[in-house]
């Protein structure tokens, strides 16, 4: 089988009513290239139907290559085993609940044409979501942008294509908490962006809810930034010239003998469960670096594999 031009990656977690139209819209969008290619469907460990229908495609159309997970692994993992598997050329990354157009590959793909080696595709607009999700989503893009060591575009998720130099790059970085469009970003070459309407979900239920935006948030943050520990330093530093500042003040209150509600047990009370409330802030901070750290002397593998292309065990 000749080496395929495209390769396409879709992570599919308990979406079984989306499956059936997505590779029928994917279908029509890659054969329009006139080129050839691959589609990586990875399930996650779905509960549903999901393995079987990617089952029922894979023996039809020996374009589709099925990756059956163990068990749940999340999302980013799954988008990993999909990038190792994956021989294109360019690799294409899309979500399974068709939020995200099959049909935006094909300008995805004529910028790759021109010589980008990385193109993100960027949410200019979001039907749908609450006012919620849209305001915590552009504060993570703008805060991570901010605070980390790498130029992440704002506004832009995991949609996006690939070339095989840069996957090959990022088959290499074996870290256990990924982020991965911080990681493509992180890499360098040449990068672009192409704008697009992200449209409202028709089928099932979001598989990010706040919980997971939160956790991703954390491993964004975490694995580009020092800055949680330096803020750490800040604080301390802070409540301790706060401290040093309050000693004369309370001397010369106790020498003058003046009467005043900011003495007696309930201002210690305060004082003390200020300074333990920013130690364990510190140590909880710690713990998350120190938990990464524990993760990866490990060195289980990122996922495992109960049926594969090429029956690969893990990655």
């Known amino acids: 089988m000749p080496k395929p031009t495209y390769s396409i990656i879709a992570p599919i977690f308990n979406e079984s009513g989306n499956i059936q139209e997505l590779y029928r819209r994917l279908l029509e969008v890659l054969d329009s290239t006139g080129e050839d290619w691959e589609l990586i469907l990875v399930d996650d460990g779905s509960t549903d139907n999901s393995a079987d229908l990617i089952r029922q495609y894979a023996d039809q159309d020996s374009r589709v290559k099925p990756v059956i997970f163990a068990r749940n692994f999340g999302h980013q993992i799954a988008v990993t085993a999909g990038l190792d598997y994956s021989k294109g050329e360019a690799v294409v990354i899309i979500d399974s609940d068709l939020q995200d157009p099959p049909e935006v590959i094909l300008d995805l793909i004529a910028k790759w044409k021109e010589g980008y080696q990385v193109v993100y595709a960027i949410r200019s607009e979001r039907e749908g979501e609450s006012w919620f999700k849209l305001f915590t989503a552009s504060l993570f893009y703008r805060l991570i942008s901010k605070i980390t060591d790498v130029n992440i575009p704002l506004d832009a998720g995991d949609f996006r294509l690939l070339d095989r130099q840069v996957v090959d790059v990022l088959n290499q970085m074996r870290e256990k908490h990924r982020f991965l469009r911080g990681m493509s970003s992180w890499v360098g070459f040449r990068q672009t962006g192409v704008p697009y ?34 803020l750490a330093t800040y604080i301390g530093f802070i409540a301790a010239g706060l401290s040093i500042l309050a000693i004369p003040i309370v001397i010369a209150i106790r020498l003058w003998g003046t009467e005043t509600p900011l003495l007696g047990q309930a201002t210690t009370l305060i004082a003390v469960l200020f300074l333990g409330g ?38």
Not at 284 to 290: F, H, N, T, V
Not at 303 to 314: A, L
């Open 197 to 230: 309407r992200r449209v409202a979900r028709q089928v099932g239920e979001t598989k990010y809810p706040f919980r997971k935006m939160f956790r991703l948030a954390i491993n964004a943050v975490t694995s580009f930034s020092y800055f949680p520990l330096q």
């Open 278 to 315: 920013v130690q364990l802030i510190s140590l909880g901070i710690l713990g998350e670096y120190i938990g990464r750290l524990y993760d990866e002397a490990k060195g289980r593998p990122l996922y495992i594999v109960s049926e594969g292309p090429d029956e690969d065990e893990g990655g």
